[in-house]
Every structure is written in C-alpha cells, then in structure tokens.
C-alpha cells in the first residue's frame, strides 16, 4: 500500500508543468501529501509524508536519512461539554493535547477565573468546580496547573479571538483541560452573570509512547559551513494540513530544487520534522542531538500558502537570520514584514543557540480544521516563500558565526 501511495503521489507532482514556476510546482507537494487524509504524528499516515518527501529529496541528488525518535502520542477519543442548568447547551470543545481523561461524566458548577494566574484563582472558589478561563498572557499548561492547585476539577479555556482553539499542553496535566470558542466562552460568561451554571463534562484521551521520524537531507558543500531548511510534515487530528503544513514543506522541497542547481559554498540540509504539532519533538531531537553540533543558521517554513502578509520572526535577540530575509526580500521585491514570532520548529534551534526564524502567514481561517484543503493554498503565494527561502540559505551572512554550538537539552 504504501509503495502504491508513493507512485501515486509522485504521479501528482509529475503532472506539474516542467516550466520554472517555484509556486505551482510547490503546490503540486500540496496536493501530494494534503490531498489524501490528515498526517497526525506517529500514524501511517504521517509515515507516508515522510516516505514522499525522502523519495523527492533523493531525486535531487541529495543524500537522505530518515531518523527516528520517540514522543508521547495523544489521541482524543471522545470529549463532550454541555450546560445543563440555567438551560440546556451542548457546545463544541475539543480537548488540550496531553489532557487526561475525566474517568466518566463529571458534573460540576461552572466558574469564571479570567486568565487563570495564580492570583485570579485566588480572587474565587474554583474547589470541586470547573474553571472557564481565557486563553492569553500564560501558557496553557500554566492555566491548567494553577486552576487544580487550587482545587479545580477541570479548566475550559475559551480562545481570545474569533473561531475554535486547538492547542497543547506539552505534558500530561493534573485535570482534564478542552477548549472552546471565542464565542462559546463569551456566552458561557453572560450565563454566569446572571447566576449559577452547571456544566457536564466528557474527555476520554489515549497517551502512549510513539516513534515518528525526521527526514534530514544534505546537499554537502566545499566549506565548513552548514546551514538548515526545515519545516514540518505532520497535521493536527482531523485536518489534511494542506497549509499547516504542507505549504511548507512544499516550498522547502521546491527550494531544495533551486538550491541544488545553484548551490552554495556551505552545506545545505534540509530537513522534515515529524511531531511539530504535539509539542515540536521532531525539532527538539534534532536539536538535541550530535547534529546541531557546528550548524550556522536554521530557517523554518510553517504555514505559507494562505493570506496575504508573509513574516518573518523568531523569540531571541539573535536577527542573524531574520535579517538575511529582510535583505533578501527587499533584492527579490517580495514584501516581508518583520514579528516576534515562536510556537514552530524555529524555536528548539534558537534554545540550543543556533540563529533562527521562521516564514509565516499568519491569516488562515481554516488553521487547524477539516477545511484546511489544498484548494485553499495558493501557488501564487509559495513561490515568493520559495525564491526567498533559496536566497536566504545562499545569503553569506547566516554562516557568519562561529559555528561552535553544543547540543543543549532543555525544557
């Protein structure tokens, strides 16, 4: 079967015109790996992304490796919530990565701790209740902690900005957590303004040990230098994952292509994280592995074929690489807005050291749903990401450093 998905795969891209459109032929990667069923981490499904992306790599001419690591894998099986008093409301929440189960229904008296810090605990009785809480200021597996050291059952966590919410906790948390909508929680607060709320509550997770899989490819140079091309292949449950993200990896592989025709004088890898959306631990054994050892610079690709503005950012203070793509972006006349941007693959790199960004769009509508399509992608967008993402990696100043970086664990 697998054999069979991968002809069948390679067939899409194929049919792309041979013409130099970095956009289209980007897109046709869309389609190959969005176009069949969602790519959760540590399926056959995401083993199949891999397996493409390797096999494109190689037809290059790239030398490939395909390395293993475990992570925690995290299924929801089901999850429910509804107000059963002042009247009867069936909602819509979906449950925090990494949140256990509630072991059966748990009904409980709802109650409002706005952003959930330890000091908006301390302003109300949350004991033997369910807190709602608003996403913002604090992670949420901060939320989640304070909320049961003071005695919740349970925390709902409602997004700050229009449409659902789908996060992670990063670990297994003490009580079960789900979110909600922006408008969903905002209602939830109406009720409470006007008296006592009881809700019923349903999560029933899967936590197991998995193995997923990064896909490193080297394009060896005749200097020293090394620098890095990553984005990840996996999707989130439930959502083909045609921008988020195959739109990156699409652009990483098309400009994989252009670099390898032209290539510069460091060496070049580019790499397939597995694992991203359940906590970024393709990029975190990665970097805490023998490899970052003497790695210049990392760029990352998330989320690239949708919306209008394109950005550039990272979470230090180290603009190595940010920089390179402002410059590069004003000599290709692609408009690059500059933001402080984490939550990818970019962010284990820059904990280990190595200057880092990522390319992002950040106006999708379908992030993270069933929606997210490849007929949503658009080609137009990908080729300026893949142009500007050659010329970075080719840019002198991302090997500037040093390049005497140790792994670092953290976290």
Do not use: C
Request: charged share 25%.
């Amino acid at each position: 079967m697998r054999i069979l998905w991968l002809f069948l795969a390679a067939a899409v891209a194929a049919a792309t015109p041979v013409a130099e459109d970095a956009g289209e032929r980007a897109y046709a990667h869309v389609v190959a790996l969005a176009g069949a069923a969602p790519r959760p981490a540590g399926t056959e499904a995401e083993r199949r992304g891999v397996d493409y992306v390797a096999a494109r790599l190689r037809e290059m001419g790239y030398r490939v490796e395909v390395v293993a690591f475990p992570f925690p894998y995290f299924e929801t099986l089901k999850v429910g919530l509804e107000v059963t008093s002042p009247a009867r409301i069936a909602l819509n929440p979906r449950a925090l990565v990494y949140s256990p189960s509630t072991e059966g229904v748990l009904a409980a008296p709802l109650v409002f701790a706005a952003l959930g810090r330890p000091e908006d605990f301390r302003a109300v009785d949350v004991q033997g209740r369910v807190a709602l809480v608003q996403r913002g200021e604090i992670t949420f597996l901060e939320k989640v902690e304070n909320a049961a050291r003071a005695g919740a059952r349970a925390v709902v966590v409602y997004n700050h900005e229009p449409g659902p919410l789908v996060g992670t906790l990063t670990r297994r948390s003490s009580v079960p957590a789900v979110t909600i909508s922006r408008e969903e929680g905002l209602r939830l607060r109406d009720l409470l303004a006007q008296g006592p709320v009881l809700v019923l509550l349903v999560v029933d997770t899967w936590l197991e040990t998995r193995t997923s899989h990064n896909v490193v490819a080297t394009l060896a140079g005749r200097d020293g230098g090394r620098v890095l091309l990553g984005a990840h292949v996996d999707s989130v449950e439930g959502s083909p994952g045609a921008n988020d993200n195959a739109s990156g990896v699409g652009a990483a592989l098309e400009a994989a292509r252009l670099l390898r025709a032209q290539p510069p004088p460091w060496t070049v890898e580019v790499v397939a994280f597995g694992a991203e959306e359940l906590g970024l631990f393709g990029s975190e054994a990665y970097a805490r592995s023998e490899r970052v050892r003497g790695l210049r610079a990392m760029l990352n690709l998330d989320m690239v074929g949708v919306g209008p503005r394109l950005l550039v950012g990272n979470t230090g203070s180290d603009r190595r690489v940010v920089e390179a793509a402002l410059d590069a972006a004003r000599r290709l006349g692609v408009r690059l807005e500059a933001r402080r941007m984490g939550a990818s693959d970019h962010v284990p790199f820059e904990r280990a050291g190595v200057p880092a960004a990522m390319l992002h769009r950040p106006d999708d509508p379908n992030y993270h749903s069933p929606e997210d399509t490849p007929d949503k992608v658009r080609p137009d967008l990908l080729d300026p990401v893949v142009r500007l993402a050659a010329a970075v990696l080719r840019s002198p100043s991302v090997v500037a450093g040093p390049g005497t970086l140790q792994p670092t664990a953290f976290r």
